[in-house]
């Protein structure tokens, strides 16, 4: 089943399209049991960026005092894929919600989407169309990067304030106004949705993702795959190459390699061969300090430092020994996974780059003419 229909749905179109939840099936303790078990057979994972087991943080977080958060936040300024998700298919996405409350014992839901988004409208217009179990509130966030990681959500729904909290304790332990909470991305939710009107094993032989594709592709937007989709299929989707591409910033790591298979990956960028690999990573670095929340050392001055490392490589300076020093000590170190997404992105620049590198040292210059990423 395609969880992304060609057209919005209202709840009689969603129904007609992928059917009705069966709550029967899920009655008591003993249902909530079978539904989480449903989950695990699936091998459901999260949508949101970390791949983590969902029936894993289903289990954490069951409480008679528990919340459940949908993540429809999109920080990554790439990725389109949960507005679209929202806007096209809400009823899926609000289905998914209604059944991660059940299976946690939640009485509460919030359903967080940026300050402003386009898809707010279908959400308005799909939560007054149905009589839910759970009560669903709309929260709009603050257009941060960091504001949508799963720390800083419990935190704005708390006090207002959107910033990580930091690694410990979960929010499954500790979550808002102190109770347990499920955070899970939108798509995820949607997966879970379709986990239960398919069935989990009928969900595992036909299992799609969505992944937001831009740079040089014919059709940029969002594409809906089949899990393990190589790269290129993933190119393919989106009407292939419109130029030349000589790497692939996926997920936040870049590659040469198109053939390896693609899961968990919520953006593609196909970066075209006349443009500068180093120049588009400086860019993101830049965008990734000035997005730091400044309240650990790896954010407010490791980010930065890499940031003037990689403008100074532009430059033709000698800044990869001190990148060389510096990645290692900004993985693991953050209050969230920031600053890890900033090492990894800029470690693969490298590799990926190195002609690129060498050639700016020699004559302080790129090999290609430097164009606009």
Not at 199 to 219: K, Q
Not at 320 to 341: M, Q, S
Not at 342 to 354: N, Y
Request: positive net charge; charged residues 20%; proline residues 6%.
């Amino acid at each position: 089943m395609s969880i992304l229909p060609p057209h919005r749905l209202d709840l009689a179109g969603h129904r007609r399209r992928n059917g009705v939840v069966p709550w029967v099936a899920y009655h008591g303790d003993d249902g909530r049991d079978r539904l989480i078990a449903a989950v695990e057979a699936a091998d459901l994972r999260g949508r949101g960026g970390g791949g983590f087991p969902t029936a894993v943080k289903l289990r954490a977080a069951r409480s008679n005092r528990s919340i459940v958060v949908a993540n429809g936040c999109e920080g990554d300024p790439l990725s389109r894929k949960d507005g679209v998700l929202l806007t096209l298919s809400p009823h899926l996405v609000l289905d998914g919600l209604q059944l991660a409350a059940h299976a946690i014992g939640a009485a509460e839901a919030v359903l967080c989407v940026h300050a402003g988004s386009p898809a707010l409208p279908s959400v308005a217009a799909a939560l007054a169309e149905r009589e839910d179990r759970v009560p669903v509130r709309v929260a709009e966030v603050p257009r941060r990067y960091v504001a949508s990681e799963e720390t800083a959500l419990v935190r704005y729904l708390t006090s207002g304030d959107a910033r990580p909290l930091g690694k410990r304790p979960r929010p499954a332990e500790r979550g808002v106004r102190g109770r347990p909470t499920l955070v899970s991305n939108v798509e995820t939710l949607a997966q879970l949705a379709s986990v239960v009107l398919l069935g989990p094993h009928h969900y595992r032989a036909s299992r799609t993702e969505l992944v937001t594709v831009t740079g040089a592709v014919r059709r940029p937007g969002v594409v809906e795959v089949a899990a393990g989709t190589s790269l290129a299929g993933v190119l393919a989707a989106a009407g292939g190459e419109a130029e030349p591409v000589q790497a692939v910033l996926a997920g936040g790591t870049w590659t040469a390699d198109l053939g390896g298979g693609l899961t968990g990956i919520a953006t593609v960028y196909a970066l075209p061969a006349r443009d500068c690999g180093l120049e588009y990573t400086a860019k993101v670095l830049a965008f990734l300090a000035a997005e730091s929340a400044r309240q650990c050392g790896p954010c407010t001055f490791g980010l930065p430092s890499i940031a003037a490392d990689f403008a100074e490589l532009l430059d033709g300076g000698p800044a990869t020994a001190r990148l060389a020093r510096r990645l290692p000590l900004l993985t693991g170190r953050g209050a969230c996974a920031h600053p890890d997404g900033a090492a990894r992105l800029a470690a693969s620049a490298l590799q990926v780059f190195d002609a690129d590198v060498r050639a700016h040292q020699a004559d302080g210059r790129c090999r290609v003419p430097v164009g606009v990423a």
